[in-house]
């Protein structure tokens, strides 16, 4: 199991919309549509932002919406605002009742 | 809002064993399954493996043979086991609810911090 391959860095103004792209293979992302995505401050602990591709959890903001399409997965963050600066990581099944992680990409807000 | 809170030693040395407990009220009659996840310093997060109170139990494969995830119900605690540490091991441990053995994460705990060094 290798990592989903996502962007180390992407950087946007406030109000403007960033797209993350994470990229798996027929194993994981491109066979379920159960990809995660989870948001992370520095020294807090990953919070889950979008699940089963596009779904979210109560609670968090409708500027987060997620895509998939063959072996890539994307979230988008629309309105960027400052508090939405974090790192941010995908997470795919992988069959076998297991999961794997993204690279993870550091979202700046200039 | 289920809380879940990880302890255990902050340094371990190399060859030694880890060992990290999980509580989690009420975790032993829940329709939950309870992961272990960790992160090394500067490093993205890596699926170690679950388990489910009938006692099903999973992990990454590459982890398997020094990995062992098990449940104390007397004190509603779940545990993780690494044989046989080396620096490689040295992470921010998590650990984190699911509801179902494919899908997300949806509540995780503060995580502790394990070094592994002489």
């Known amino acids: 199991q290798s990592a989903l391959t996502q962007p180390a860095s992407v950087s946007g103004s406030p109000g403007q919309s960033i797209t993350i792209s994470c990229t798996g293979t027929?194993?994981?992302?491109?066979?379920?549509?159960?990809v995660s995505w989870y948001q992370q401050h520095p020294g807090k602990a990953p919070k889950l932002m979008i699940y089963?591709?596009?779904d979210r959890p109560s609670g968090v903001s409708n500027r987060f919406s997620g895509s998939k399409s063959a072996y890539t997965a994307s979230l988008t963050i629309s309105g960027l605002q400052a508090e939405d600066e974090a790192d941010y990581y995908c997470?795919?099944?992988?069959?076998?009742?297991?999961?794997?992680f993204g690279t993870g990409t550091k979202v700046t807000v200039l | 809002q289920v809380q879940l809170q990880e302890s255990g030693p902050g340094l371990v040395k190399p060859s030694e064993t880890l060992s990290l407990t999980c509580t989690v009220p009420?975790?032993?009659?829940?329709?939950?399954?309870w992961n272990w996840i960790r992160q090394p310093p500067g490093k993205g997060l890596e699926w170690i493996g679950y388990?489910?109170?009938?006692?099903?139990?999973n992990y990454k494969s590459s982890l398997k043979s020094r990995v062992t995830i098990s449940m104390d119900t007397s004190n509603n605690q779940f545990s993780l086991k690494v044989n046989s540490v080396t620096a490689a091991d040295t992470a921010v441990y998590y650990c984190?609810?699911?509801?179902?053995?494919?899908?997300?994460?949806?509540?995780w705990g503060l995580g502790t911090m394990v070094t592994v060094s002489s």
């Open positions: 997470c795919s099944y992988a069959g076998g009742n297991t999961h794997v």
């Open positions: 089963e591709v596009n």
């Open positions: 027929s194993s994981d992302v491109g066979s379920y549509n159960l």
């Open positions: 984190a609810r699911g509801i179902h053995p494919q899908k997300a994460f949806d509540i």
């Open positions: 388990f489910f109170y009938t006692g099903t139990i």
């Open positions: 009420g975790a032993t009659k829940s329709n939950y399954y």
